[in-house]
């Protein structure tokens, strides 16, 4: 790709960040017991967090030229709109 993309196994970055929250007791029931959801397997460990979906872009610099979240993880930006910010930094 021509760049570097994080990867945060654990959510140590989100929770630094802030942007990792935990799943609320009635949750993980409903998500083990009704939805057969394994996420402590997919995730590594036992700590029933996520972290909220963010993308950012970082110039060389280490300055945040873009930066949109939403903890409602089916409000993302359109792809257009990552690579138009990702083309405003090469000019």
Do not use: C, H
């Not at 994080?6 to 609320?24: K, M, Q, T």
């Not at 996420?39 to 993308?55: F, I, K, T």
């Not at 030229?65 to 709109?81: C, F, I, L, M, W």
């Amino acid at each position: 790709m021509g760049f570097d993309i994080l990867a945060d196994p654990g959510n140590a970055v989100a929770r630094e960040f802030g942007l990792a929250y935990a799943f609320p007791e009635y949750l993980k029931a409903i998500f083990t017991d009704v939805f057969d959801n394994r996420l402590p397997e997919w995730n590594g460990d036992d700590s029933w967090e996520l972290p909220v979906p963010v993308r950012y872009i970082v110039d060389r610099g280490g300055i945040v030229r873009y930066a949109v979240g939403d903890p409602d993880y089916t409000v993302r930006p359109e792809p257009q709109e990552t690579l138009a910010a990702l083309r405003s930094l090469a000019t």
